[in-house]
Nanobody
Framework: QVQLVESGGGLVQAGESLRLSCAAS???????MGWYRQAPGKQRELVAL???????NYEDSVKGRFTISRDDAKNTVYLQMNSLKPEDTAVYYC??????????WGQGTQVTVSS
C-alpha cells in the first residue's frame, strides 16, 4: 500500500511563508499529485494540483501566492506558500492519483496562520 507522508506544516504569522512536502513510499507513477485543505467546520477543498507533464491548477484564493511543484524522481510534491493569511489556516492533505485511477491520501499536516 502506497503511503504519502507530509511535512512542513506549522504556526506562522500573516505574511510569512511555509513549504509543504509530500513523499510517496513507492514509485508507482502518479498522473496527478496535489494538495487539499480542510478548515474547521468546512468541507475539504482543492488547493492546487500538478499533472504529469507540467499542467497545474490552483484554487482562486491562492493564485499568485502558492506554487505547486513535483519531483517525479523523488516521488515528491511540494507546495510553496507565500504571503500566508489567517484564512489559509487548515489541515493540508496530500493527494495522489495513479494512472489506474487509484487515489491516495496523506494523513494531513496542520498549517496555522496568526494575524
Amino acid at each position: 500500500q502506497v503511503q504519502l507522508v507530509e511535512s512542513g506544516g506549522g504556526l506562522v504569522q500573516a505574511g510569512e511563508s511555509l513549504r509543504l512536502s509530500c513523499a510517496a513510499s513507492e514509485n508507482i507513477g502518479f498522473a496527478v499529485m496535489g494538495w487539499y485543505r480542510q478548515a474547521p467546520g468546512k468541507q475539504r477543498e482543492l488547493v492546487a494540483l500538478a499533472r504529469r507533464g507540467g499542467i497545474t491548477n490552483y484554487e482562486d484564493s491562492v493564485k499568485g501566492r502558492f506554487t505547486i511543484s513535483r519531483d517525479d524522481a523523488k516521488n515528491t510534491v511540494y507546495l510553496q506558500m507565500n504571503s500566508l493569511k489567517p484564512e489559509d489556516t487548515a489541515v493540508y492533505y496530500c493527494n495522489a492519483v495513479s494512472y489506474y485511477s487509484v487515489t491516495f491520501w496523506g494523513q494531513g499536516t496542520q498549517v496555522t496562520v496568526s494575524s
